[in-house]
């Protein structure tokens, strides 16, 4: 097994956690890990598994590039659906819309907070397969959202920068609105 192939099934925690850590997760990105693993086990994969035994049907496999290129394919859709499957059982959903102290910063907020020099960025704090920095989704365990869980507005925390130590003060937290409740 490579390398790669190592790091794809390690299910030991978030990076910089200790083994054993909850991998924390918004309704919407389980439900997106989810749609993955349905998608590859019953769409794609099944496509490659015709594609490759058309191809061993063809005779000499070693240099037949359709069965080859399938059977690599299969590898990695099997590898990716493990790491599904294992982080599936292991993750919790949190719901941030539950958040009963909205006051606080906790896992699934949206948090704005101003920078040293008073640049406002805003980000919401979501697990670690649901992260996207571009979209200014950042996972828990980084060093901001770490930096941030816990505080409230008006807080100034420490932030821990390649750069140095940087004050940064918490301007606004929101969260989702909650559930409806059926039957009300």
């Known amino acids: 097994m490579t390398a790669a192939a ?3 099934d390690d299910d030991s925690g978030p990076p910089g956690l200790p083994p054993g850590t909850p991998f924390y997760m918004t309704p919407a990105g389980a439900a997106a890990l989810e749609a993955e693993l349905k998608r590859l086990w ?3 994969r099944p496509k490659v598994v015709e594609v490759v035994s058309w191809a061993a049907g063809l005779g000499d496999r070693s240099e037949n590039a359709d069965y080859q290129y399938g059977k690599r394919r299969l590898r990695e859709i ?3 659906v493990r790491f599904l499957r294992k982080r599936l059982e292991r993750v919790q959903v949190v719901d941030p819309g539950r958040q009963a102290k909205r006051e606080q910063v906790f896992f699934g907020a949206t948090v704005t907070y101003a920078r040293e020099d008073d640049r406002e960025v805003t980000v919401t704090i979501v697990g670690v397969d649901e992260a996207d920095t571009t ?7 980084s060093p901001v959202a770490r930096a941030l869980l816990g505080a409230r507005i008006g807080d100034l925390v420490k932030l ?14 929101r969260y989702p609105p909650p559930p409806v409740m059926e039957g009300r």
Do not use: F
């Open 6 to 8: 190592d790091d794809d």
């Open 42 to 44: 019953t769409e794609e």
């Open 135 to 141: 979209a200014g989704r950042i996972s828990w365990v």
């Open 78 to 80: 099997d590898r990716r």
């Open 160 to 173: 821990r920068t390649p750069q140095g130590v940087e004050t940064i003060e918490v301007v606004a937290i």
